[in-house]
C-alpha cells in the first residue's frame, strides 16, 4: 500500500520557484510531525524543513528564508514552497515522519533539479 506520495518537482532557473506536495495514506496523519527530506547525487539524505503537530517549524540553514513547509491535516497533505531556488537545491525531494520510529516506507521522491 502506497503511504507517501510526492509530487511537483521539475526543472526550473536559478532564483525560480516551485511547490512540492506530499499525499499521504496514513491514519492520524495529524498526529505526526512531518519533513522534507532532500538527497543530492552521492550525498546522504539530509532534513530540510519539518512542522510539528501544532504547525511549528523549522528549516535546515541552507533554505532559511527560501523555503516554506505547511500542512492541512484535512487532506492529508504535506507541502514545500521552494522560492529563490539555487543550482544547490538540486535533489531528490521526499516527506516522512520525523521520528525514525513513526517512518513509513520511502516514497519515490520528486526529482528538482535547478540549472540555467
Known amino acids: 500500500q502506497v503511504q507517501l506520495v510526492e509530487s511537483g518537482g521539475g526543472l526550473v532557473q536559478p532564483g525560480g520557484s516551485l511547490r512540492l506536495s506530499c499525499e499521504a495514506s496514513?491514519?492520524?496523519?495529524?498526529?505526526?510531525?512531518m519533513g522534507w527530506y532532500r538527497q543530492a547525487p552521492g550525498k546522504q539524505r539530509e532534513l530540510v524543513a519539518s512542522i510539528t503537530t501544532a504547525g511549528n517549524t523549522n528549516y535546515a540553514d541552507s533554505v532559511k528564508g527560501r523555503f516554506t513547509i505547511s500542512r492541512d491535516n484535512a487532506k492529508k497533505t504535506l507541502y514545500l514552497q521552494m522560492n529563490s531556488l539555487k543550482p544547490e537545491d538540486t535533489a531528490v525531494y521526499y516527506c516522512n515522519m520525523v521520528a525514525t520510529a513513526n517512518r513509513r516506507p520511502w516514497g519515490q521522491g520528486t526529482q528538482v533539479t535547478v540549472s540555467s
Open positions: 496514513v491514519a492520524f496523519f495529524s498526529a505526526y510531525a
